[in-house]
């Protein structure tokens, strides 16, 4: 369990996902079990979802669907998962598009001519 609550701390490094993956992958099934458990509850976070994104991608990664299936529980978690990511997922789509509104409005903002500004602030 301390490799998850270490996660955060371990995503800001440089290697930090590749890190993740090799500890959690190190762990037992039963642990495995564990973290996955927890990283449901860290989904339901928006500030925490990306560190349990990153469990739940390295296991469909590197764990057989076979493997999976022998975790307790695993269709209970797959199905807390689901609506929540489906949130994040929405969310950064909605944050995609604004950055993308802002940078077409900062591109075709047409500031006024210097000269022009000058007259107009000395009449």
């Known amino acids: 369990m301390s490799v998850f609550v270490c996660g955060p701390a371990i995503l800001k490094e440089a290697n930090g996902k590749e890190d993740l993956g ?3 992958l190190k762990l037992r099934n039963d642990q495995k079990e ?3 458990k ?3 509850t860290w989904n339901t976070n928006w500030r925490n979802y990306l560190e349990a994104q990153a469990v739940v991608e390295t296991l469909l990664k590197h764990e057989t669907p076979e493997s999976l299936l022998q975790y307790e529980g695993i269709k209970a978690a ?3 998962l689901l609506p929540y990511t489906e949130r994040h997922f929405q969310r ?3 944050l995609l598009q ?3 509104f802002l940078d077409f409005m900062s591109q075709n903002r047409k500031l006024p001519d210097a000269a022009k500004w ?3 602030m000395d009449t």
Request: no cysteine.
């Open 22 to 24: 090799k500890n959690l």
């Open 34 to 36: 564990a973290v996955l």
């Open 38 to 40: 927890f990283s449901i």
């Open 78 to 80: 797959v199905e807390s």
């Open 92 to 94: 950064l789509g909605q």
């Open 98 to 100: 604004a950055s993308m």
């Open 118 to 120: 000058d007259e107009e």
